[in-house]
Each structure stands twice: as structure tokens, then as C-alpha cells.
């Protein structure tokens, strides 16, 4: 589905991997391997690594160690899926979260974008966030040995190399990781445990076998069982299961010989024959299952004289390889090594049509309760792709419009073709997948696919979703849109636009909401904002009639760029606080995507000089930050800090923040405009670094001929400016000359699609280039145009910004400007005198002298022309969308400006001073 801000993809997450497993209510206390595990832990060694064969109780003994440790834990459970980088990561970064919920969003958020992921920049923000956790805490990565994958190899290491001291690293694992263990063990970092650490030892065997397996062996039989066994856990746990059905257990000691492989397929054929046929059916036919709970058991078995609730809480009581995923016992999942030879011995003993049918059950059992990832992962086991494929199509919607359409598109690539084919509403699904992930080739090819099957007979088809079917040549060429425009050919993108709503069902709102929403950024890239805006409108207007109120909330940032594009600063304003009032009625919802408004307003204050208002919002969009879910909000967080840091002359501060959001640009329907190699080439020019300028110039090739476009227009200023730093070095007429014929034909194409936001850099970089030639003239006709423009919006930083240059310009013109009669143009005057006052305090922080009167921000000139106008505080705040208490704010900070103590003596006092 389209999003007019690319959203995280959503993993889908199993929590029970996070649990932390319960220890048995009868336990072998291993008091020496728990001193060796803690003192290591107070040594500051980085990682602990519990290595040896299965059976050995690596899981028991952490366990047991972190129930007696007063450290906080996340615990992971790794199984064969953890095989790639991505789902590692997540549910890695999501296992920290279970302790400390605001670590690790902005990791989160890179790596589940759709660009190719790279470890060292995920690794570094997660350790980053990491060391600012005041409390230190262990990781539990259970089962590593499934883990073959090399780049999450390579990540674990750089975790190891970079750890904060925060951090304390446990792996338990059947053989040794891929890691650097002998650096960290030559630098007395690791902490190891092997299998002859972890052997049972004769008085921890008898206290296993007799007080918590119940048996009653002598003190003989226990040293031959565990001579036998080597101490392996394991295998005196399903010696101790077999011999519960000996009367003779020492001729079944003696009995019990052989390597690990043969003894464990010996027991297992032991334990198997000592249950009955109920229990040993009830095992076998089960050991499909990842996980079970009774009901789930009930429906594969479809045995009414037991109760699946009881077998499994039989199964555990008798210790039999079964182990509880919850506390409540609801869930449970067998030993990963006995559910493996359950599996085997029920491929053995069964023939493939009576398996299939028991995954056929547990697929329409998990059906039934909610679980679509689990009934189309039984319907692939069962063999019967036709069910597969009506699951994938019948929960498509859903599973996009909650971001797990990577998930989906991993159920559609286990389709076989000739299934995929005949179904037309899938063909489409599939290319509406492939369009989320940038993938225009296969996304075009399955369209083609959908195109031809709906070129045959009707009853030839396949079709589960009837109502997707009847939109279908509408979806077609919507998704045909958005290829269009991710290979920049925008008048294609236009004209399947307009075809998709043409062909979109009159009552299908949302299909039309997301062509507009399209058919936006095309404009918005063309530099059409006008058109750009309304498409807008109409995409948020149709996403609340869809009852999309999420959607909505979160385009209106979108819509409040183009106005900022278009130099309407004060409706972007507005636009961002209806939006907010919006998100209000649904708070619950709307506090993972509002970071953005939030930030939007701290820019939009920030530039209209309302220190205090651009502060709190930005703090706002801080703490909501770590919830959001829009994919670009690292990016757009990284600029504005840029822009701030830029603003307060930090200039290094602001390349380093440009070169962090560059790393977390990620392409979506919001044309990028102002790339950061640009706006960092301007910071260069600010910090005289020329020639670092002149090399992004001949990097990009730029003349003063080039074809002009919206898309490239803030490229254009750049090469403008820099063009008129070299004439401050080399004083060539002719260069300051190309600045300004470059200019003036961006004025023109910015004028001819009635951009005033490029407007106004372009004249004021315009006047600064005529002033620099000396052309007073020109340069003052320039700067009053650009001042006419910019004062009813409120601009004040797109000045101050500019420096000595501008503040010199601005004095020269005021004094030619004092000289026309003062009645004439007293707005412009006052704002002229504001902007010079700006300049002597940068940082919103200076005192006025005594007895002087500080200018008033615009937004303070507007409460206090309500004022004027009778409206209590409350009228005020519905008025301006504001909270009461920011009115009363703004009315201290306006008294305390105008040096007076109430409502009336302000009003005086403002008439007194031409402000109103």
C-alpha cells in the first residue's frame, strides 16, 4: 500500500523468543560454575560463552545464574530463521527493548529500510545508544549454533570489539561461533565454559537422578550411569525416563553403552516405547508444530476421548523433552533436538498424505484463531498450494496496511508459478509488493502477468478477494504510477495516474486517495506546487472519508512541506496544527507518526525567530521520536539539527549531523529537493573552504547554460553562491555576471510556477550578488521585493543566516529607506528594523537595554493584535490552536517586552509603538 511517507517495515515479531525460560521446580544448584559465571561478570569480561553438545544444560545453568543475579536481562532464543542479517538485528535490537524500551529506534529504523543494509552504521548508532543506559545489563543469545549466516557473524563481532561497558554478552551454543575468542581470550575478556565445565559430577548426578528424577539408585549405580553418560545431562534424563519402566535397572545400566549418537537414538526409542500408543501418537503428530497449545493439539489429532491441554501438561510433568513458553503454560514447544527425531521417526512411520493432512488441520486451526503467518506456513507443509495462495491473496490487505508487505512477499515467492498465474487479483498483489521495495522490473513482469490473465475466460480465473478484483485495472495502473515515478519518468507517472482514477470504483476513496497522493509527488517534483498541494488535499481529504485517520495525520506533514516550499509559512503552520488536533482524537494511535509535526513547527518557529515555541517542539519531536514509525525520521531529524546547528555557528556540528542524515536517506514519493551535499557545500562557503565548494561543482558537471528544474533548483542557488564566493576571491566581472544571469533565469521558472519560498533565496542571493558588484540599485530593488514577499510570512532566519553580507545590505538600505516619508510603508519599516535587531542577538537570548522594548516575534505580534481585539486568552487558543497555557506564556513574555503589567497598558503601548 502507498504511504506518502515511507513506513517502517514491520517484522513480524514472535515474543516468545524474548521470554526468559522457567526453571524446573526440582534443579541441580551448580554453585561452582555460578561463581565462575559471576566472577567473569565482575571482572568486566565482555563475553561469556557456554559451549558444548546438546543436552549439556547451557540453558538450565544461565538460567540459573541470571535468577540469582541482580543485573537486568534480555534474553533472545535464536532458531534457523535468524539466518539473515535483517531478522537478526530486529529481534536482537527488540530484545534490548524488552528492558530499556527507547534503545535502539533509529537502528531499528535502518535496518528495516528497504536500502541495502550495512553493519557498521546500524552496529554503531545501536552501541551508541547502548552507552548512554545508566544501568548495566547481560544479553542472552540462546542456541547460537544455528546461526551460519556471516554478516550476522560480522555484526556480533563488532559488537564484541566496540562493547560499552554497559553491556555483558552470554552465548550458549553447541559448537564455537565464528568470533574473535582468542583475541578476547588473550585480553582476559571471555569467560568459557565447556562440556567437561559442564559435566555432572558424581554428587550433582545422584542428586539429578534420585531427587529430581525421583529414582532411588545407589551410590554404584549412579557412578556406573554417570561413567556411561560422561555426566551428559541429557542422556541421564532419558536414562532416567527409560529406567522408570525397568524393575531391573542395573542390568539396564550395565546395558546402556555407546556413542552419543547411537545412545540418544537408543533412548529415544526407549522413551517412545514406554508410553503408551495415546501418548506416543499424540508426539508424533504433533511434532509438526513450532509451537502448541491444547486446541491447537485437539484439531490435528481430532481425538475426543483426550484433551490436548491435559496431554501436554502430562508431557511436562513426566519430563518428557517439552518445554512451557509462558508463564500461564498456555504454549509450549518441544526440545529442539527430541521435536527433530519426532519428525524423523513421523516421516518413517507415516505416509506423506496422512502428514499432510495433519498440517492441513493445524493450517485451518490457525486459520480460524487469527494466525495467518502459521496457517499459510502449514498450507506450503500440507502440499496444497491452492490454499496457500487464497490465504496470501485473502490477507494481503491487511498484512499491508500494518508494513509487512517484505513478510508477504516472502509467503508469494514459495507459490509455484501456474498457481500464481491463474489468479489475477494475486498477479497484482504480488506487483503492489515488489512497488513497496523499489523492485519496478519484477513488479512490471507480474503486472504483465495480471494483464494476461484477465485476457482469458473469466471461469479460468482465480479470484478470492471479488471486491480487489473489480478495482483491478484501477490497482494496475496505480501501481504502474508509482514505478513510473521511481524511475523519475513523470509524465508516464501522470498519465497512469489519471487512468487510475478514471478507472477507480466510484466508492473506492482510499484506491483514489493513494493515486493523488502519487500524483502529488509527481507534481511536487515538476515544481507544480500549486497542483502539488491539491493532490494533497485531496489524498488526506479521501483518507479520512476511508476512515484513515493515521494515514491523514501523517500527510499533512507533507502537505505543510509544500507550503513551506511555496513560502506560505504561516499555513504551513496552521496545516500542522489542525493536523495535531487531529491526532488528538486519536492519541493512541497517532503518537508513533507525529514526530514529524512536531519537528516541522520547531523548524517553521525557529525561522520566525520564536526561540521558545521552536524549542519546545523540537524537545516534543525528540521524545516522540523514538516511537515513530515513519522510515525518513532519523533523516529529517539529522537536518534539522544541521539547520539549528548552523543557525547558532556550529558549523562543524552541522556537517557532522548532515553526514549522519545522509546515511539515512531513503527514497520515497517526497521529492528530494535540497540534497545534503548542497546544503554541506554552503556550510563550506560559510567557513571559507572554497575550494571544497568548487570540487562538488566540477564533481556534478554545473555551467550557467544548464537546463533548469524544480528538482535541481537548489543545486542551481548553491552554484550560484558559489560563484559569487569566487568573485569576492577573484574579483572577474564576468564571473559575478554569470551568478546573476543564472539568477535571473531561476527567478523566471520560480515566478512562472509561483514558487515564493525559491523566490525569495533567489533575491535575496540576487541582491547579496548586486551588492558585492557595487550596483546599489539593483541590489536595493531586489532586497524591497524580497522584503515585500517575506514579511507576511514571518521569515527572519532566511536573512540572518546570510550574516555580515545581508546585515550590511539591510543597514545600507535602511538608511536610503528612512528617507521616504514614514508614513509610507510602516510594516515594511518595522519589520526592516526587526530583522537589523536580529542580527545583534542570534541566539534568541540577549536583554534589550534598560528602557528599550525587545522586538516581538511574529507569533506574539499575533496574540497580541487578538488581544486588541477583546479575546480572552481561551477565545485565543481555539483561535491560534494553541494550549491556554502557551497564551498565557506568550502573554508574560509580551508584557515583559513592553515593560507593562496587564492587558490595556500593553495595547497603549503597542499603539504607541506602531505595532498595531
Known amino acids: 500500500m502507498i504511504r506518502i511517507y515511507n513506513l517502517i517495515m514491520a517484522i513480524q515479531i514472535l515474543t516468545t523468543k524474548f521470554y526468559i525460560p522457567p526453571l524446573p521446580s526440582k534443579v541441580v544448584v551448580r554453585s561452582p560454575l555460578i561463581k565462575q559465571l559471576t566472577d567473569g561478570l565482575s571482572l568486566g569480561h565482555k563475553l561469556t560463552l557456554i559451549s558444548a553438545p546438546a543436552g549439556f544444560g547451557k540453558t538450565t545453568l544461565v538460567r540459573e545464574w541470571i535468577s540469582s543475579s541482580k543485573k537486568s536481562v534480555a534474553w533472545l532464543s535464536l532458531d534457523e530463521g535468524d539466518n539473515d542479517l535483517v531478522r537478526f538485528l530486529s529481534y536482537l535490537i527488540t530484545a534490548v527493548q524488552t528492558i530499556f524500551p527507547n534503545i535502539g529506534t533509529e537502528a531499528m529504523r535502518l535496518v528495516q529500510s528497504p536500502k541495502p543494509l550495512l553493519i557498521e552504521p546500524v552496529m554503531t548508532i545501536l552501541i551508541n545508544e547502548i552507552a548512554t543506559i545508566p544501568d548495566n545489563f547481560i544479553l542472552v543469545l540462546d542456541d547460537y549454533h544455528v546461526i551460519e549466516d556471516k ?35 588473550a585480553r582476559d575478556q571471555l569467560t568459557s565454559l565447556r562440556a567437561a565445565d559442564l559435566r555432572f559430577t558424581d554428587s550433582e548426578a545422584a542428586e539429578f537422578l534420585n531427587q529430581v528424577m525421583g529414582l532411588s539408585l545407589s551410590a554404584e549405580d549412579v557412578a556406573a550411569l554417570e561413567a556411561r553418560t560422561e555426566g551428559w545431562i541429557a542422556g541421564l534424563q532419558l536414562a532416567a525416563i527409560s529406567m522408570q519402566g525397568h524393575k531391573d535397572t542395573r542390568s539396564f545400566i550395565k546395558s546402556f553403552t555407546g556413542s552419543h549418537h547411537f545412545v540418544l537414538d537408543y533412548l529415544v526409542e526407549e522413551v517412545l516405547n514406554q508410553q503408551t500408543e495415546k501418548i506416543q501418537n499424540f508426539l508424533l503428530r504433533t511434532s509438526i508444530l513450532d509451537r502448541m497449545c491444547g486446541p491447537l493439539c485437539d484439531a490435528i489429532l481430532l481425538d475426543p476421548s483426550a484433551f490436548g491441554r491435559d496431554t501436554l501438561e502430562h508431557l511436562e510433568h513426566n519430563n518428557l523433552f517439552i518445554s512451557p513458553l509462558d508463564n500461564e503454560r498456555c504454549w509450549y514447544r518441544y526440545h529442539h533436538l527430541f521435536g527433530s527425531l519426532l519428525r524423523q521417526r513421523l516421516g518413517q512411520s507415516r505416509a506423506p498424505e496422512e502428514i499432510a493432512g495433519y498440517h492441513l488441520r493445524a493450517s485451518e486451526w ?23 495462495a487464497m490465504l496470501a491473496e485473502k490477507h494481503w490487505q491487511e498484512m499491508s496496511e500494518s508494513f509487512q508487505y517484505a513478510v508477504w512477499l516472502g509467503w508469494a515467492k514459495q507459490l509455484p508459478e501456474g498457481v500464481i498465474r491463474s489468479r ?16 519496478v522490473e519484477s513488479s512490471e513482469s507480474r503486472l504483465r502477468d495480471a494483464e494476461r490473465c484477465l485476457e482469458g475466460p473469466r471461469e479460468e480465473m482465480i479470484v478470492v478477494v471479488e471486491e480487489q478484483f473489480r478495482a483491478l485495472p484501477a490497482r494496475i495502473a496505480m501501481v504502474r504510477t508509482y514505478n513510473a515515478q521511481s524511475v523519475g519518468d513523470f509524465p508516464a507517472a501522470v498519465k497512469y495516474a489519471e487512468l487510475a482514477i478514471k478507472l477507480a470504483p466510484e466508492e473506492d476513496h482510499f484506491l483514489r486517495a493513494q493515486t493523488n497522493a502519487i500524483l502529488g509527488g509527481t507534481y511536487w517534483s515538476n515544481g507544480d506546487l500549486d497542483a502539488a498541494c ?6 488526506i481529504e479521501n483518507a479520512q472519508k476511508a476512515g484513515n485517520f493515521i494515514f491523514a495525520i501523517a500527510s499533512a506533514s507533507g502537505k505543510a512541506d509544500i507550503l513551506t516550499d511555496q513560502g506560505h509559512l504561516r499555513e504551513a503552520l496552521r496545516t500542522y496544527q489542525r493536523s495535531l488536533q487531529l491526532a488528538s482524537e486519536h492519541e493512541a494511535e497517532s503518537q508513533r507518526i507525529i514526530a514529524h509535526h512536531h519537528l516541522g513547527l520547531a523548524l517553521l518557529y525557529h525561522e520566525m525567530q520564536e526561540d521558545e515555541s521552536a524549542a ?29 546547528k548552523e543557525s547558532e555557528g556550529e558549523l562543524d556540528s552541522a556537517l557532522d549531523s548532515l553526514e549522519e542524515a545522509k546515511r539515512f536517506y531513503v527514497r520515497s514519493l517526497i521529492p528530494n529537493t535540497r540534497p545534503v551535499d548542497a546544503l554541506k557545500v554552503r556550510i563550506y562557503l560559510k567557513q571559507g573552504r572554497l575550494s571544497n565548494a568548487q570540487e562538488w561543482v566540477r564533481e556534478h558537471g554545473f555551467t550557467v547554460k544548464d537546463d533548469l528544474s524544480y528538482l535541481r533548483e537548489f543545486e542551481h542557488i548553491t552554484f550560484a553562491r558559489v560563484l559569487l564566493a569566487e568573485y569576492g576571491v577573484n574579483r572577474k566581472e564576468r564571473t559575478i555576471q554569470d551568478a546573476l544571469g543564472l539568477l535571473k533565469r531561476l527567478l523566471k521558472a520560480a515566478e512562472d510556477q509561483k514558487r515564493m519560498g525559491s523566490m525569495i533565496e533567489i533575491l535575496i542571493v540576487t541582491a547579496l550578488a548586486h551588492h558585492a558588484l557595487g550596483s546599489t540599485t539593483q541590489a536595493f530593488a531586489s532586497l524591497e521585493r524580497v522584503l515585500s514577499l517575506a514579511q507576511p510570512e514571518g521569515y527572519f532566519r532566511t536573512f540572518v543566516d546570510e550574516g555580515e553580507p545581508m546585515r550590511s545590505l539591510l543597514s545600507a538600505f535602511q538608511v536610503q529607506f528612512d528617507k521616504q516619508p514614514r508614513s509610507q510603508q510602516q510594516e515594511l519599516r518595522v519589520y526592516l528594523g526587526k530583522l537589523l535587531s536580529a542580527f545583534a542577538q542570534p541566539a534568541g537570548t540577549a536583554k534589550p537595554a534598560p528602557g528599550a522594548v525587545e522586538a516581538l516575534s511574529p507569533r506574539e505580534l499575533e496574540v497580541l493584535r487578538l488581544i486588541a481585539q477583546g479575546l480572552s486568552n481561551l477565545e485565543i487558543s481555539k483561535r491560534l490552536f494553541l494550549a491556554l497555557n502557551t497564551v498565557k506564556g506568550h502573554n508574560r513574555i509580551i508584557f515583559d517586552k513592553l515593560h507593562v503589567q496587564n492587558r490595556t497598558d500593553a495595547v497603549a503601548r503597542a499603539r504607541e509603538l506602531g505595532l498595531l
Open 424 to 439: 489475477p487479483v494475486l498477479c497484482t498483489q504480488i506487483a503492489w509488493g515488489y512497488m513497496d521495495i523499489s523492485d
Open 534 to 539: 491539491k493532490s494533497m488535499s485531496d489524498w
Open 616 to 644: 519546545q517542539h523540537f524537545q516534543k519531536s525528540m521524545d516522540l521520536g523514538q516511537q515513530s514509525v515513519l522510515q525518513d525520521w532519523s533523516y529529517r531529524k539529522h537536518l534539522a539539527q544541521a539547520r539549528l
Open 366 to 388: 490457525y486459520e480460524k484463531n487469527d494466525d495467518p503467518a502459521q496457517a499459510f506456513h502449514h498450507a506450503i507443509g500440507s502440499g496444497d498450494h491452492g490454499r496457500a
Open 151 to 185: 554478516p550476522v557473524g560480522k555484526a556480533l563481532t563488532f559488537l564484541l570489539e566496540h562493547m560499552p561497558p554497559q553491556l555483558h554478552l552470554v552465548l550458549t551454543t553447541r559448537e564455537d561461533p565464528n568470533l574473535p575468542l582468542a583475541r578476547l581470550r
